[in-house]
């Protein structure tokens, strides 16, 4: 009877492993084209990771890598957690200055599911200079020696008052945004020592109240730059900020003064750059068409870019090692002029940015009550007056009036 009962038996068994036999191939065949799209047929696939604590770092060219984190958590499609031991790659890294992308490099067996968001970090390379350059002139200085200050900048007071501020009385902004950090922007007053515009509203790419020191001002908020500045200068732009707001002009012009300082003329290609836009477009324009910055400023007055504060001549002046003033150089007073639809909303845009790095920051000083009514300019199109020259008993004016272009006038220079 065992014998009858075992024979059945070992047909069974050997029926089952027969049967898998067969079966194996055709579901390691089907494993293997699902995960052939995304890595191996062993590699674990990961579709989600934790965020990565810091995710941008800076650095002066010449100097080592910073220590970028060594280990991840990625999680599967199940949602399981797998801690990874990464390392971090950049095709483009050369050493020099500019903004790097490094992305991880799983270890083997890992791979990045399609379409996700590899983890990436953000490195800014600056100049050699950078990181002695402010340093070495704020340590030159003999405090004992300066005056107290040449001025005030109070950052604690809100958006509203400061655009108030800018458009003076008999206007009434709305829809007002402001971007950037708190300490960007403020009210300034008595600096009459310094700057032609004594009172007004202040915008640094730092920290404004810096502004009238006896130091070189620098600092790095790390924030980001602003798309339409990025767009109008052609350039990638960092630590922006920006005023905007809508008012209806009761005339058909309106202009601005302002003085554009900084400490980057003696910084060859960090190129911090500031923009007007009025319903859009950039008002704020050298006569030759280009963006105030720090380029087109020197490129205009006759001045070369070299490694050196240059100094004064044309619209630039030098105030490095006044100890009252915390940026090696400024402009004359510009004033930009637009036409506009009297009784029509209409959009205004100030922003200043820096451009290469984080660190070195310039700053714009803006008269209060800015807003007001200049001679009409000729509506588009007509280009019969494109420059105007007129002596006057203080100085020289230019007026670009090319269409709707802005006008930039030099004032008189303080003696």
Known sequence: MGKNINKPL????????????????????????????????????????????????????????????????????????????????SGAYNGLSGTYVFEAVLPDGYAFASGINTPQIVLVVSGPERGSHLSSLNSAVDTSLLPLSAGTVDTTVSDAAIVAALVGSGVTPFNI????????????????????????????????????????????????GDADLDLAAGTITQDAIAIEFDFIPQTSTISFQFIFASNEWDQVHFDDV??????????????????????????????????????????????????????????????????????????????????GDYIVDSALFIQAGSIGALPELPVA???????????????????????????????????
């Open 10 to 89: 070992g047909v069974i068994i050997l029926s089952i492993l027969l049967a898998c036999l067969f079966c194996l191939p055709a579901v390691a065949g089907e494993n293997e084209n699902q995960t052939s799209v995304y890595g191996n047929a062993a590699d674990i696939i990961l579709v989600d990771f934790d965020q990565i604590n810091q995710t941008d770092y800076s650095i002066t060219q010449g100097a080592s890598l910073p220590q970028f984190p060594s280990s991840l958590t990625g999680y599967d499609a199940n949602y399981t957690a797998y801690a990874l031991d990464v390392t971090w790659s």
């Open 177 to 224: 945004n402001v971007t950037g950090d708190p300490l960007q922007r403020g009210l300034y007053s008595g600096a009459g020592a310094i700057l032609e515009i004594d009172s007004g509203i202040v915008m640094s790419t730092g920290d404004a109240n810096d502004s009238f020191s006896a130091f070189y001002a620098s600092t790095a908020f790390r924030n980001p």
């Open 274 to 355: 500031f923009a007007l836009f009025v319903n859009g477009n950039n008002r704020a324009l050298m006569p030759s068409g280009s963006p105030v910055s720090i380029g087109s400023v020197l490129s205009e007055s006759g001045i070369p870019w070299t490694s050196t504060t240059p100094a004064s001549q044309g619209y630039f002046v030098n105030t490095e090692g006044t100890g009252i003033f915390g940026f090696t150089g400024k402009t004359v007073v510009l004033t930009c002029s637009a036409n506009v639809t009297p009784g029509e909303v209409t959009r205004i845009k100030l922003v200043i940015a820096d451009v």
């Open 381 to 415: 199109g007509d280009t019969t007056l494109p420059w105007i020259w007129m002596a006057t008993g203080l100085g020289v004016l230019a007026v670009v009036a090319l269409g709707y272009r802005l006008v930039l006038k030099r004032a008189p220079r303080r003696n």
